[in-house]
């Protein structure tokens, strides 16, 4: 196996994940099955506890595992999909160690960071390729080189490369490239001191990607090369794009395939970028423009919904349109009660959420779109919240609710619409114990969801605690809603309204599974119907 491990330097937030996934879609692009290994340095076990505002989205693979996003990334790029041990965080590591401790592993030996914690990260990164049977593996090492929480992982890396041959792994460190306001000069001293630090840690890089907003200076890419001992051509300028997908494209173009494939000798093809480039080309150049309002509590921070958004764009892409994203936050929606801000909107999307806080404000959105024939895609939470809207305006119970609401504020309710599901009775820690990951999903022949997927059986990841109360299914279906697919048995997975346009919404999370030129049918079908109302 071949291994490109991707560091950063001077601050977080680099793009170090978009890189990184760059060049693994180079080398899958020449015929090459690549996965992926992201390792963030924080003591959490997962990011499933995470508050968005700190980390972004909370991405969930097929296996249930709660991960970091970059690894959402990796997954649309390579078009593959993984686990949750293709995140390796510090709490994972150190609790395999603390484990293996207590059942008297180590023989007696003083348990130590070196070895036992860095013997514990390679082997976690060992397993991880062994198991997939990949060509090459993309390690993405999140946070800044010579911060204290990812020293460990920096020495596992150096013991990596001391024990594979040379043209086995490959190390591209990324570093900031600023320019002073005043001057207006590519300032390199930030690269020079990075590296500086990555190689008293005792790793040299092999390439280094120049964060900048604009292209690499001819004079700044000599500079850079002379002070951090890498040749001219393993210089990148990573400047700024238009779009991420634009990267694998500029990466090519300075030819990083070419050293790579020299570096790490490996004898494949030239790399086949045209529907990637056709893909980028739509992207950027769709003629016609739909309008989407995405109701959130992060909106903020916009990398809280960026499968959402992704989603949405491989549905633009497949429909020849360009996204307009027009964020809402539900909180401001709720206090003002004003659903002017969603005129001139395509379409609406209520995205996954948990709390009290706001669900009045997407309740307002929902009311609107369903009152207006404005095409709706609710996920998960959003599915709850359509069906306590449509029980409080459609079937007359005023006071319907979600039994989270009343565990939270104590709102007294006798229509418990949406309540949480049986077997998270009892259950008191909140990491990884939700239902989570890919489910099968049972859709009614006939019916919309039906139509988007072409099939009565499908498989969809989810993230959820509440269900749809059983005992009011009859009631509301009575009243004009159609429950369309289930998990084979009274567990409720979409809810649709027959005469709309277009009113979906499904209990697990279409947009993980969403890859470009592979849209999530529930997303292309909004797209389509939010473009056919702009005539």
């Known amino acids: 196996m071949k291994y490109i491990v991707v560091t950063g330097g001077v601050l977080s937030g680099l793009g170090k994940g978009i890189l990184a996934s760059s060049i693994g879609l180079l080398l899958k692009s020449c015929g090459l099955t690549v996965t992926a290994v992201k390792i963030d340095p924080y003591l959490n076990c997962d990011a499933g506890t995470m508050n968005p505002y700190q980390h972004g989205e909370v991405y969930v693979m097929d296996d249930g595992g709660e991960v970091d996003l970059d690894l959402g990334n990796y997954e649309r790029f390579l078009d593959i999909s993984m686990g949750r041990d293709n995140n390796i965080t510090t709490g994972k590591a150190y609790l395999n160690v603390i484990q293996k401790e207590r059942k008297g592993d180590y023989l007696g030996h003083t348990v130590q960071i070196i070895p036992h914690v860095t013997n514990e990260i390679r082997e976690m990164i060992f397993n991880v390729g062994k198991e997939s049977g990949a060509d090459a593996m993309i390690i993405e090492l999140g946070g800044t080189v010579g911060d204290i929480e990812s020293m460990p992982f920096v020495e596992a890396l150096r013991q990596m490369r001391s024990e594979l041959k040379r043209e086995d792994i490959i190390f591209v460190h990324t570093t900031l490239v600023p320019v002073m306001g005043v001057v207006g000069e590519q300032k ?56 991420i997908h634009e990267v694998p494209l500029l990466l090519e173009d300075q030819g990083v395939t070419d050293y790579v494939k020299r570096f790490l000798h490996l004898d494949i093809p030239e790399p086949d970028l045209e529907k990637w480039a056709e893909y980028v080309d739509i992207l950027k150049n769709a003629e016609q423009t739909v309008r989407i309002a995405l109701i959130g509590k992060y909106t903020h921070l916009k990398d809280s919904y960026i499968s959402h958004m992704k989603a949405l764009n491989h549905a633009g892409v497949e429909n020849g349109v360009k996204l307009d994203f027009h964020w809402v936050e539900a909180g401001d929606l709720e206090k003002s009660g004003d659903t002017s801000v969603l005129d001139g ?37 959003g599915m709850q919240l359509a069906v306590i809207e449509f029980a409080r305006n459609v079937v007359g119970w005023e006071d319907a609710t979600s039994g989270e609401f009343v565990e939270e504020f104590g709102i007294e309710s006798e229509h418990r619409v949406i309540d949480l599901m049986p077997e998270q009775n009892g259950i008191d820690e909140m990491g990884a114990t939700m239902r989570l990951g890919a489910q099968n999903v049972y859709l009614k022949e006939g019916t919309m969801v039906h139509g988007l997927y072409g099939s009565t059986e499908i498989s969809e990841r989810h993230r959820h605690r509440y269900e749809v109360t059983p005992e009011y299914i009859p009631a509301i279906e009575g009243a004009g809603m159609l429950f369309s697919g ?50």
């Not at 001293?189 to 890089?205: A, W």
């Not at 277009?502 to 529930?522: V, Y």
């Open 486 to 535: 289930n998990d084979g048995g009274i567990r409720m997975e979409c809810v649709e309204i027959p005469g709309h346009p277009f009113f979906l919404a499904t209990q697990f999370h279409p947009e993980f599974k969403s890859r470009p030129w592979g849209a999530s049918p529930p997303f292309k079908g909004f797209v389509r119907a939010a473009k056919e109302r702009t005539g």
């Open 188 to 243: 390199t001293k930030p690269t020079q001191h990075s590296v500086k630090t990555l190689m008293s840690l005792g790793i040299h890089p092999d390439m280094v990607g120049a964060r900048c907003t604009d292209p690499l200076a001819t004079e700044t890419r000599r500079k850079i090369s002379l002070f951090c001992d890498v040749p001219d051509e393993a210089v990148l300028s990573v400047h700024d794009v238009e779009n």
């Open 345 to 381: 909107c395509d379409g609406i999307l209520v995205p996954g959420g948990f709390g009290y806080r706001g669900a009045e404000g997407k309740m307002l959105a929902i009311q609107y779109s369903r009152e207006n024939n404005i095409p709706y895609l609710g996920l998960c939470f």
